[in-house]
């Protein structure tokens, strides 16, 4: 045997298995610190309906304090009125504002003071309805989709008066 | 991929070599997204912890200060975020010099001229210009330099709470140390000092407050440049200033002590003028239904007097603090400052106040003669807090630093911005917090305030013009000062009303209807006043009882009416 080619394929290992130990701590330390981080961010509490939860990154607190005061105190907490009520549209939304409000927040980079989005905007709509709905039933369009205040446009103060 | 491939693999070399390069594509590439996602994610940690510290801890005291130390910078090293606003006031840069001072308001309105005719103001009188100018700015006014003021001006134009003590103590017959002077505020040495400097020439208790300890020894670079000596043409009240006449060490305009205690970092009132001056509201009966603390002490014992720094609501001393300076005053040298407020906190209960005033000599009050008319006149100030008192926001409990102060978010940090500005440079925080409107649509809402009240006081000016003429043909007439008593009067009447809503600086916002209200009112004593002088030229009226008047008819034509039944 010449001794070129049976070195080849040896060094060549040698250096797949570097590279596969370096990733190996890579994405240890990757899942260390990131389990760490979620611990200290107290990102699991994220996942459950704990309004406590919504002041973690500190934006949210003046909403939560006047929350705390507020006539819905004892029948909503923030997920009821700013989550669907139905599975997959409360995932999707709790994943979509996770994501977008975490980002903000790290980032620095949104308008003070906080102003609620469209789509937000509709889920809350919802919320109303999902409990007022009987209540409110002959105050609504005639058509699917037709025009109609908001609920809160006169209620304003029903969650969170004066921090809206 | 450590395990050895079978001995009969149907892979051939270049095949396994081709795999072997996907197996390290794929761990070079894996390797690379996890160390980005490892960099993220201790960003993203990073950012945690710091905002975790923030919510915290506010603030670290790297340096003591205490009650000597008007100096702000050392409180800038541990409230950097604050100062840093407050410096801000200047505008980014300070601008120094003649050629940078703010449009004249004598020529904008030149019916400020004949206003204040025989008054220090019809020489100088510009537009304002943030926090950071207020000493530089009164150091420059011809006002100052051309005409004798008095040293009761720095009370509000500069950080002066260590000179009153100290003027104070001595003039209580204490010894006066730095101890003394450092560990406690002590009001009634403050307001000593404050009477006995009032009345003394302001150049020297300028000189004084220069020799006057700030708390930062052996430095002497102040954070703003100093006025020149005698402004810009060397004089103090039109003589030359002595050239031995150097201003040692350093005066600063109202700086962190003027409005919080260095121990506790709480807001408090510092300035003698407004302790006597809400004491004065307190024990009268105007109204006072915005500042809840004063109703409560009315309807207690009142064994001891209205005090803002123990008794006052923070939300109440988020007002009282510029309510020490941003008010209607006498400040001059006949008698000792003093805040109108006895009566009440509206235009009228300030008139009612000054004219049942009398100097200290027994003398009818009035802050000058007019120089045209000869008629006694009342100067206004800038009263900001007594328009405001009148508003809606102080009637919603909103208070002064709500709308100039906002708060402000910066990481998790909520604090108060000390650029201390027009809401109208930050709508978002200043009106948005409460006004859930687009900020185009309030910038537009105020506007309109603005601009109607402008048009009405210059309304008011062309009023107060043709008033001033018409007494001025009287007198040329032949009319005596004894003939001109009730004119003067009149004329008086409508001059404090103009000025006073074209003195203070929110063009009416603080309170509009009461600024419309004002203004109605001025417009209607300049015509009485005119009406009175041009009748006193005029010939005697003939008599108009013999005129005949029309009697009340019908909207139907004659014969056409039904007939009454």
């Given at each position: 045997?010449?001794?070129?080619?049976?070195?080849?394929?040896?060094?060549?290992?040698?250096?797949?298995?570097?590279?596969?130990?370096?990733?190996?701590?890579?994405?240890?330390?990757?899942?260390?610190?990131?389990?760490?981080?979620?611990?200290?961010?107290?990102?699991?509490?994220?996942?459950?309906?704990?309004?406590t939860a919504c002041a973690n990154c500190h934006i949210m607190q003046d909403h939560f304090d006047s929350w705390v005061k507020?006539?819905?105190?004892?029948?909503?907490?923030?997920?009821?009125?700013?989550?669907?009520?139905?599975?997959?549209?409360?995932?999707?939304?709790?994943?979509?504002?996770g994501f977008f409000h975490a980002l903000a927040f790290t980032t620095g980079n949104f308008y003070e003071p906080i102003q609620i989005k469209p789509r937000n905007r509709r889920v809350t709509q919802?919320?109303?309805?999902?409990?007022?709905?009987?209540?409110?039933d002959s105050l609504r369009p005639a058509e699917h989709g037709g025009d109609m205040q908001l609920c809160v446009h006169c209620h304003s103060d029903v969650g969170h008066a004066l921090r809206r | 991929m450590f395990k050895k491939a079978p001995e009969n693999s149907n892979r051939t070399a270049p095949g396994r070599a081709r795999a072997q390069r996907g197996n390290v594509l794929l761990l070079g590439l894996v390797f690379v997204v996890a160390v980005a996602a490892t960099a993220a994610v201790t960003y993203v940690l990073i950012t945690m912890f710091t905002h975790k510290q923030e919510a915290r801890q506010p603030f670290v005291r790297v340096v003591e200060v205490d009650e000597m130390t008007t100096d702000p910078e050392p409180w800038g090293q541990n409230w950097p975020r604050q100062f840093d606003g407050w410096k801000?006031?200047?505008?980014?840069?300070?601008?120094?010099?003649?050629?940078?001072?703010?449009?004249?308001?004598?020529?904008q309105q030149p019916w400020l001229k004949r206003l204040y005719a025989g008054y220090a103001f019809s020489i100088d009188y510009r537009e304002a210009r943030g926090?950071?100018?207020?000493?530089?700015?009164?150091g420059v006014t011809e006002r100052i330099t051309q005409k004798p003021q008095a040293g009761a001006c720095l009370h509000c134009h500069a950080s002066t709470t260590v000179l009153y003590r100290s003027v104070g103590l001595e003039a209580m017959g204490e010894e006066v140390t730095a101890e003394k002077l450092s560990s406690e505020f002590n009001m009634p040495a403050v307001i000593r000092g404050f009477e006995e400097l009032s009345q003394q020439p302001y150049q020297d208790v300028l000189a004084m407050l220069y020799a006057t300890p700030d708390g930062t020894p052996g430095e002497n670079e102040p954070v703003f440049p100093q006025a020149p000596t005698g402004g810009f043409t060397g004089e103090y009240a039109g003589q030359d200033v002595p050239a031995d006449h150097l201003p040692l060490g350093e005066a600063h305009p109202v700086t962190c002590i003027d409005c919080h205690d260095p121990e506790t970092m709480s807001i408090r009132v510092t300035r003698p003028g407004f302790m006597q001056g809400i004491r004065d509201l307190a024990e009268g009966d105007g109204d006072a239904s915005h500042l809840p603390s004063v109703e409560q002490w009315r309807a207690g014992s009142r064994k001891e007097p209205y005090d803002p720094n123990k008794l006052a609501t923070r939300q109440e001393m988020r007002s009282f603090t510029c309510g020490q300076c941003h008010v209607e005053y006498y400040c001059a040298n006949k008698t000792t400052l003093t805040f109108p407020w006895g009566e009440g906190l509206t235009v009228d209960d300030a008139?009612?106040?000054?004219?049942?005033?009398?100097?200290?000599?027994?003398?009818?009050?009035?802050?000058y003669k007019h120089g045209e008319t000869g008629a006694k006149a009342f100067k206004a100030q800038h009263p900001e807090f007594e328009l405001w008192s009148q508003g809606i926001h102080a009637r919603s409990g909103v208070s002064c630093a709500d709308c100039h102060m906002p708060y402000e978010r910066e990481g998790a940090m909520k604090i108060s911005d000390h650029n201390v500005q027009s809401p109208m440079e930050n709508i978002n925080n200043a009106c948005q917090t409460c006004h859930n409107v687009d900020a185009d649509e309030l910038r537009k809402r105020v506007e309109t305030i603005q601009e109607r009240t402008v048009a009405m006081t210059n309304r008011a000016g062309a009023a107060v013009t043709d008033m001033l003429d018409a007494i001025m043909e009287a007198k040329a007439a032949g009319a005596t000062e004894a003939d001109l008593a009730p004119i003067f009067e009149l004329q008086r009447k409508a001059m404090w009303r103009l000025d006073y809503i074209s003195s203070e600086n929110s063009k009416g916002f603080h309170a509009d209807q009461e600024a419309a209200r004002i203004l109605a009112e001025s417009m209607d004593y300049s015509r009485q006043a005119q009406a009175m002088a041009l009748r006193w030229r005029a010939p005697a009226a003939p008599d108009t009882e013999q005129l005949e008047t029309e009697p009340v008819k019908g909207v139907t034509p004659e014969g056409k009416a039904p007939a009454n039944p």
């Open positions: 045997m010449v001794k070129i080619p049976v070195r080849k394929p040896t060094s060549s290992r040698r250096s797949v298995r570097i590279l596969s130990v370096a990733v190996a701590l890579v994405v240890g330390v990757l899942g260390g610190l990131g389990t760490f981080t979620l611990g200290y961010g107290d990102g699991l509490s994220y996942l459950t309906n704990d309004p507020s006539s819905h105190r004892d029948v909503a907490a923030c997920g009821d009125c700013h989550l669907p009520h139905d599975f997959v549209g409360k995932w999707i939304t709790k994943a979509d504002n919802g919320a109303c309805l999902h409990c007022h709905g009987d209540l409110v | 801000s006031t200047s505008g980014g840069e300070f601008y120094g010099g003649s050629s940078a001072m703010p449009e004249s308001k004598l020529e926090h950071a100018y207020m000493l530089y700015d009164q008139e009612q106040v000054w004219n049942e005033m009398e100097f200290p000599d027994g003398t009818e009050f009035y802050d």
